[in-house]
T-cell receptor
Framework: DAKTTQPTSMDCAEGRAANLPCNHSTISGNEYVYWYRQIHSQGPQYIIH???NNETNEMASLIITEDRKSSTLILPHATLRDTAVYYC????????????FGKGNQVVVIP | EAGVAQSPRYKIIEKRQSVAFWCNPISGHATLYWYQQILGQGPKLLIQFQNNGVVDDSQLPKDRFSAERLKGVDSTLKIQPAKLEDSAVYLC???????????????FGNGTRLTVT
């Protein structure tokens, strides 16, 4: 099901912006880009989602390229509590709207 | 608002025994999901309910797994009989959407960790 490609792992510096990349070259016009994260022993936590436009909320910003084939999740000021597995997911709006998780990107914030 | 509640938090059973998990979604949420997460993997959808009707159970091993959502609110997931490979975290999620489901985020509980010995 997974239609996205993410790094397996990455490190980020505490206090700096963390830029998490995701490729979704086969995305179709009515599919959303979703980001979740999962901290050890907890359920996945919703971060943000978008269709075409860039989105921002209290947790993060989502930058989607104009051709929609890739996106970047930006955590503006990474803290140690942002250490988690981050999942980038493409999800349809109608018909097959399954939220299908891949293996994710293990992000470690380093002091 | 209260989050998705799941119980029990942990369960240890022997193979061939039965087990049931309970989920109480966020109040007013129409859609409810059960996911299975095996160690080291991302969660995998088992079943999706819209109110109390099944929308997607294509990945549910129906020979041993069953689920129901009573009165469109709480839900239970049962495994009978359990196998060693059923050891996993079972996650429940809900979302408010009745239409445009793909535009409605899922909110997850913290899951039930099942160990089958």
């Amino acid at each position: 099901d997974a239609k996205t490609t993410q790094p397996t792992s990455m490190d980020c510096a505490e206090g700096r912006a963390a830029n998490l990349p995701c490729n979704h070259s086969t995305i179709s016009g009515n599919e959303y880009v979703y980001w979740y994260r999962q901290i050890h022993s907890q359920g996945p936590q919703y971060i943000i989602h978008g269709l075409k436009n860039n989105e921002t909320n209290e947790m993060a910003s989502l930058i989607i390229t104009e051709d929609r084939k890739s996106s970047t999740l930006i955590l503006p000021h990474a803290t140690l509590r942002d250490t988690a597995v981050y999942y980038c997911i493409v999800r349809g709006n109608y018909g097959n709207n399954r939220l299908a998780f891949g293996k994710g990107n293990q992000v470690v914030v380093i002091p | 608002e209260a989050g998705v509640a799941q119980s029990p938090r942990y369960k240890i059973i022997e193979k061939r025994q039965s087990v049931a998990f309970w989920c109480n979604p966020i109040s007013g949420h129409a859609t409810l999901y059960w996911y299975q997460q095996i160690l080291g993997q991302g969660p995998k959808l088992l079943i999706q309910f819209q109110n109390n009707g099944v929308v997607d159970d294509s990945q549910l091993p129906k020979d041993r797994f069953s689920a129901e959502r009573l009165k469109g609110v709480d839900s239970t997931l049962k495994i009978q009989p359990a196998k060693l490979e059923d050891s996993a975290v079972y996650l429940c999620a809900s979302s408010p959407a009745r239409t445009q489901i793909g535009n409605s985020p899922l909110h997850f509980g913290n899951g039930t960790r099942l160990t089958v010995t």
